[in-house]
């Protein structure tokens, strides 16, 4: 069971440190982690940063594989994971959308610490 961090100052500091370092993965797991703690305090400008956190994280890791799905120009995609909306369920917001197999992983990955 992977603990929590103890503070949310500790999972900026990480994520800073992941940041410079390039090192999108470790980011991921520091910004979810960070989530599940923003969460838990019921800090919601916590919550929207870290989730924007993941948002860049998973972009980074994406850089190069967008596309991969034959995406026609101006077709809706979401913002996760490049992939098309078309004839699926997704949120979105102003520039941004989310399908629902991203929300779903998101989902699961904010709560698989269980309570
Ligand atoms: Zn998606």
């Not at 838990?40 to 989730?51: Q, Y």
């Not at 993941?54 to 995406?71: D, H, P, R």
Request: proline share 3%.
């Amino acid at each position: 069971m992977p603990s929590l961090p103890s503070s949310l100052e500790e999972v900026y500091a990480s994520w800073d440190s992941a940041v410079r370092q390039k090192d999108f993965k470790r980011g991921l797991l520091v910004a979810s982690d960070g989530y599940r703690l923003a969460t838990k305090k019921k800090s919601h400008a916590d919550e929207k940063i870290l989730l924007y956190f993941i948002k860049m994280a998973v972009q980074e890791l994406l850089k190069g594989t967008s596309n991969q799905a034959g995406v026609e120009e101006g077709e809706d995609v979401c913002s996760f994971c490049c992939r098309s909306t078309e004839g699926k369920k997704a949120v979105g917001g102003p520039n941004v959308l989310i399908c629902d197999e991203c929300i779903r992983t998101a989902f699961e990955l904010t709560l698989d610490q269980g309570s």
